[in-house]
């Protein structure tokens, strides 16, 4: 949820984010798509939508960042309002007081993907802008490495028993095919007696069967 500044007061959007796998950028256009259907932006001399909130992330730090910008109390030179919502003329209209949006994470899955535990950010209503990175390491992607597990195997070295490898997923994107080579022949022990079939699983860090 976004916490907007308006006149005098406070209004909250909430956003829901569909099932899938999305990079900043994409939560980026989600969280503008918000603000623009609440109108809680101005438009720029060149027409362009100003927005008073950013997310990105930070590569050097290996983090999200959120750039909060403080809302004007009056419309800039050359800027103009949106024709609906709140920072329209019929709407509840500009804060009295600059002060910059709020992020409100109520919601433990995306406080993993930008890597921010549960609470508002800034903690405090703020008037001036701030930056804030991620206080976890963020998840993005849900699965980073695999584990190979074979019902035939019988690894003594692990606790379960079957697991015959483990790999990560190298360069590959989302939703690309991951190439795993073996550098080297991986010698087992095998259940003894005869077997009908062998199922052979894969499973991420998690322990959960992908």
């Not at 080579?181 to 052979?200: L, V």
Request: one cysteine or more; aromatic letters at 10%.
């Amino acid at each position: 949820m976004i916490e907007v500044p308006t006149a005098a007061t406070t209004s909250t959007i909430s956003i829901t984010l569909p099932d899938g796998i999305y990079a900043y950028a994409d939560i980026n256009r989600s969280i503008q798509t918000a603000l623009v259907n609440a109108g809680a932006y101005l438009i720029d001399a060149s027409g362009n939508n100003v927005f008073y909130l950013q997310l990105s992330e930070n590569s050097v730090y290996y983090a999200a960042q959120l750039d909060f910008s403080a809302t004007p109390t009056s419309l800039p030179t050359g800027y103009t309002r949106p024709a609906t919502g709140l920072y329209s003329t019929g709407g509840s209209g500009l804060p009295t007081t600059a002060r910059v949006l709020r992020l409100i994470i109520d919601n433990g899955y995306f406080g993993k993907v930008v890597g921010l535990t549960s609470g508002t950010y800034p903690s405090a209503p703020a008037t001036v802008a701030s930056a804030q990175l991620s206080n976890i390491i963020p998840q993005i992607q849900p699965s980073s490495s695999y584990v190979v597990r074979c019902d035939l195997i019988k690894n003594e070295y692990v606790a379960s028993g079957d697991i015959l490898s483990a790999f990560d997923r190298g360069d590959a994107q989302v939703g690309q095919l991951i190439s795993y080579k073996p550098g080297q022949y991986a010698w087992m022990n095998c259940h003894n007696g005869s077997r009908s079939s062998i199922t052979i699983s894969i499973y991420n860090q998690n322990d959960q069967k992908v």
